[in-house]
């Protein structure tokens, strides 16, 4: 089961900044191509951030600049820094395997709400 689990979220002030975990079990994330996703009410999935086996990022052109992706291999653990937070940043943000297309807003999610 490649299904990690996403922590982290919360609310805060516009210009703010937040830690989001996506913490695996039963699997070694270092072997899959691993993204952030995002969901806002009334909004499709989106791609916010990947990081790749040999370490290689990509991020969307919202968000570049201000979130950083990052995986720590020794925990199976993978981040998401966000800062200079925006409203338009609200949403409840997934991690998945970009190899599984139906799990990439399919978690749990945590929430992250900025005002």
């Known amino acids: 089961d490649v299904q990690p689990v996403e922590s982290g979220g919360g609310s805060v002030q516009t210009g703010g900044s937040l830690t989001l975990t996506c913490a695996a079990t039963?699997?070694?994330?270092?072997?899959?191509?691993m993204g952030w996703f995002r969901q806002a009410p009334g909004n499709e999935c989106e791609l916010v951030s990947t990081i790749a086996s040999d370490g290689s990022t990509y991020y969307a052109d919202s968000v570049q600049g201000r979130f950083t992706i990052s995986q720590e291999n020794a925990e199976n653990t993978m981040y998401l820094q966000m800062n200079s937070l925006k409203p338009e940043d609200t949403a409840v943000y997934y991690c998945?395997?970009?190899?599984?297309?139906?799990?990439?807003?399919g978690g749990q999610g945590t929430q992250v709400t900025v005002s």
């Open positions: 039963g699997f070694t994330l270092r072997s899959y191509c």
């Open positions: 998945a395997a970009l190899s599984i297309p139906s799990l990439w807003c």
